[in-house]
């Protein structure tokens, strides 16, 4: 999957770029996600031990440590790392645009606000059905006080997208691969597959909310949004439209 838009990104760089081709990158990616991560982990550090740290931020952070891995920067870097590789392998211009950044924020803020019409919607079906209404896609809802939560929200953009997008999809399309020819059905398979892991995660733990069958529903559909922004609009665009969703949440209740 990378490596598929690796190909996409070095034909659109033999031509001038435009916002939508520009915002795509992965150099643009990290420098637009990069006030995220550095106020999430400075979150994290000034909360001590009164913050929750985002649920896929301490899966990764285990995981690296099962394999020897360890410190408490090494997660951040990584992101990094990744980001970075990909926009080398891509061989587009080493530039990033301001006036990119700010389309980026504001397409970001757009797509934050349509996703919570479509929550809207969905809640006020729910109370036709009598069902109690859905909370934000963020892990639980035990963090102490607003700045716990607003951290939280941070991290979800950043880790989510890393560990179900920018990870997971290109690892599920190479694993099925094998058994598909056709990038599309690929593409497909891979956007159900994360969309039900991205759900299903929300469950797991003891920050974890009560299953529930309108809440699955949503946050599956939600992965799959969050999804086809990846492939389509980049890494940048799904992170901070997944932040900015949770912040619009946590401020509307």
Known sequence: MIAQLDKESTALAVRPANYWQQSRRPLTSLFFVLPLLVLYEGGVLWLGPNGVRNGADLWMQRLLGFFGFGGFLLLPLLTIAILLG????????????????????????????????FANVQAR???????????????????????????????AGIYEELLFRLILVPLVMATVGCLIAGRRMKVAVALVLTSLLFSAAHYVGPQGDDYQLYSFVFRFIAGGFFAVLFVYRGFGIAAGTHALYDILVGVSA
Do not use: K, N
């Open 86 to 117: 990909w926009h080398h392998t891509s061989r587009q211009p080493w530039r990033v645009s301001r006036g990119v950044l700010f389309g980026m924020a504001a397409e970001s803020t757009v797509l934050a606000v349509l996703l919570l019409v």
């Open 125 to 155: 079906l729910l109370v036709l059905t009598g069902s109690p209404l859905p909370c934000q896609l963020g892990d639980g809802t035990s963090a102490v006080g607003f700045a716990s939560h607003l951290v939280r929200y941070f991290g």
